[in-house]
């Protein structure tokens, strides 16, 4: 079974500082999406990456796959309150290619 | 655009009750997913439905779970003889992809049920 592990589980922090959370797992994933959860709302999906090694950037949130494709890092700089919520990491089932296996997310709060 | 969207936001039940979750996806998708997420926890896969079609229900917890599509746009989970453990907010997501490519979903706001 593929299980993915995420820290930290809480991260309270201050307005401008950078963060980084982590996905990690035993096994290798055809692809790992991440996503963000407002409180009282569905997730939304920030990024897919698919190749080991891969960097993506969305504003002032970096994505990184691993090389071996076994884990996933996504680091903000100068947050912002915005910026809070709950991170997911996703992977697609490798029994069904379609569900979402998700892990047990970070749940950010910037504080101004 | 219009999303996803699920009614009611919010349902109490007595424990005992029947209950039934409305999912309205985004217009054209043929894809669409129930998820069930606890407290804490990550959403995890309840069902798949392809246009009308029931491809995959391995992650309904009981058979007191049961969704249907028929028309292959709205889709409904229905919940009988509730207990506390169903409490959770229930998420419905859909794709404009089918079959193995699903993996950008869309997620509606879910539906937070409390059985009490």
């Known amino acids: 079974t593929q299980l993915l592990e995420q820290s930290p589980q809480f991260l309270s922090i201050q307005e401008g500082e950078n963060l980084t959370v982590y996905c990690n797992s035993s096994s290798v994933f055809s692809s790992l999406q991440w996503y963000r959860q407002e409180p009282g709302e569905g997730p939304v999906l920030l990024v897919t990456v698919v190749t080991g090694g891969e960097v993506k950037k969305l504003k002032r949130l970096t994505f990184q796959f691993g090389d071996a494709r076994k884990d996933s890092s996504l680091h903000i700089t100068a947050a912002q309150p915005g910026d809070t919520g709950l991170y997911l990491c996703a992977f697609p089932n490798s029994n069904s290619g379609y569900a979402l296996n998700f892990g047990k997310g970070t749940s950010l709060l910037v504080t101004p | 655009g219009a999303g996803v969207s699920q009614s009611p936001r919010y349902k109490v039940a007595k424990r005992g009750q029947d209950v039934a979750l409305r999912c309205d996806p985004i217009s054209g998708h043929v894809s669409l997913f129930w998820y069930q997420q606890a407290l804490g926890q990550g959403p995890e896969f309840l069902t798949y439905?392809?246009?009308?079609?029931?491809?995959?229900k391995s992650g309904l917890p009981s058979d007191r779970f049961f969704a249907e599509r028929p028309e292959g746009s709205v889709s409904t989970l229905k919940i009988q003889r509730t207990q506390q453990e169903d409490s959770a907010v229930y998420l419905c997501?859909?794709?404009?992809?089918?079959?193995?490519?699903?993996?950008?979903?869309?997620f509606g706001p879910g539906t937070r049920l409390t059985v009490t």
């Open positions: 997501a859909s794709s404009p992809r089918q079959g193995r490519a699903t993996h950008e979903q869309y």
């Open positions: 439905f392809q246009n009308e079609a029931q491809l995959d």
